[in-house]
Nanobody, 120 residues
C-alpha cells in the first residue's frame, strides 16, 4: 500500500502564492508518475500537472495553470511539490497528489487532500 500526504494549503489573497508538498511512502518506485489534481466545490476532479518523480521528465501542465504553477519532485525524499503563483479565486479547491504508472494522469493512489482557498 502506498501512502500520500499533502500539506501546505491555506487561505491566500488573489495574486498570492503557496507551495504544496506531498510526501509518499510505500511502493513509490512502482508508481513513479506523480500528479497534482484538484476538486472545486460542486465540480469534478481536474488534473493539473504531472511528472516522473525519479528523473523529473515528462513534466506536463493543464492549460488552466500553465505559466502559474510549477511541479517539482525529489526522488530521494519521495516528495512532490507544487509551487502556485498568481493565484485566482477560481483556484479554490481541495488539492490532491496522486501516483500512477503512466504519464497520462491516471493514478493508482491518491492522498487525502489539502484545502486551498483564494479570497480577499
Amino acid at each position: 500500500q502506498m501512502q500520500l500526504v499533502e500539506s501546505g494549503g491555506g487561505l491566500v489573497q488573489p495574486g498570492g502564492s503557496l507551495t504544496l508538498s506531498c510526501t509518499t511512502s510505500g511502493f513509490t518506485s512502482r508508481f513513479p508518475y506523480m500528479s497534482w489534481i484538484r476538486q472545486a466545490p460542486g465540480k469534478g476532479q481536474e488534473w493539473l500537472s504531472s511528472l516522473n518523480i525519479f528523473d523529473g521528465r515528462n513534466k506536463k501542465y493543464a492549460d488552466s495553470v500553465k505559466g502559474r504553477f510549477t511541479i517539482s519532485g525529489d526522488g530521494l525524499k519521495n516528495t512532490l511539490y507544487l509551487q502556485m503563483n498568481s493565484l485566482k479565486p477560481e483556484d479554490t479547491a481541495v488539492y490532491y497528489c496522486a501516483a500512477g504508472r503512466s504519464a497520462d494522469g491516471n493514478y493508482n493512489y491518491r492522498g487525502q487532500g489539502t484545502q486551498v482557498t483564494v479570497s480577499s
